[in-house]
């Protein structure tokens, strides 16, 4: 045998570790993203608002990354779904309502509040009426395709 001969458990375990990369790539941008959400929430607390509204815009770059990513390297998941809406939720509803409390709607107390909320609600909402509405049309269509 050839020094420079691939064995075929060496080429299986190669794979292994490719695959297992390209399903990481998505979750790390999705984890990049839910950082800016995070980071945004941060910076609105210490009173910089211009940089946490600079994180939701950077969170919705990375969000629409981390789903072509998926579908390019075709390591679309259950999980990388269920993870990008709760990473949404946090960027997308949680970060903007408490940039919108802190920057104009503290002086309304607990109506300022109850506005900001009333954001995040409407954006978890949304999101899980979304989840719902995949799984639904997902199996919709394997009942018609299989006919």
């Given at each position: 045998?050839?020094?420079?001969?691939?064995?075929?458990?060496e080429t299986?375990?190669k794979?292994?570790?490719?695959?297992?990369?390209?399903?990481?790539l998505?979750n790390?941008?999705?984890?990049?993203?839910?950082?800016?959400g995070?980071y945004?929430?941060?910076?609105?607390?210490?009173?910089n608002?211009?940089?946490?509204?600079?994180?939701?815009i950077?969170?919705?770059?990375?969000?629409?990354?981390?789903?072509?990513v998926?579908r390019?390297?075709?390591?679309?998941?259950?999980?990388?779904?269920?993870?990008?809406?709760?990473?949404?939720l946090?960027a997308?509803?949680?970060?903007?309502g408490?940039?919108?409390f802190?920057?104009?709607?503290?002086?309304?107390?607990?109506?300022?509040?109850?506005?900001?909320?009333?954001?995040?609600?409407c954006g978890a909402?949304?999101?899980?009426?979304?989840?719902v509405?995949?799984?639904t049309?997902?199996?919709?269509?394997r009942?018609?395709?299989?006919?």
């Open positions: 045998m050839l020094d420079n001969e691939i064995q075929p458990e299986g375990r794979k292994m570790r490719i695959k297992k990369g390209v399903y990481l998505p790390l941008i999705t984890s990049a993203s839910l950082f800016g995070f945004s929430i941060i910076a609105s607390l210490d009173g608002f211009e940089r946490a509204a600079i994180a939701i950077i969170s919705a770059v990375l969000d629409g990354l981390d789903g072509r998926a390019l390297t075709g390591s679309s998941s259950k999980f990388g779904v269920e993870y990008d809406s709760l990473a949404d946090v997308f509803g949680l970060a903007p408490v940039l919108i802190t920057w104009a709607l503290r002086p309304f107390g607990r109506y300022g509040w109850l506005a900001a909320f009333l954001f995040v609600v909402l949304r999101l899980a009426r979304f989840n509405q995949i799984t049309i997902e199996s919709g269509a009942r018609w395709s299989s006919t």
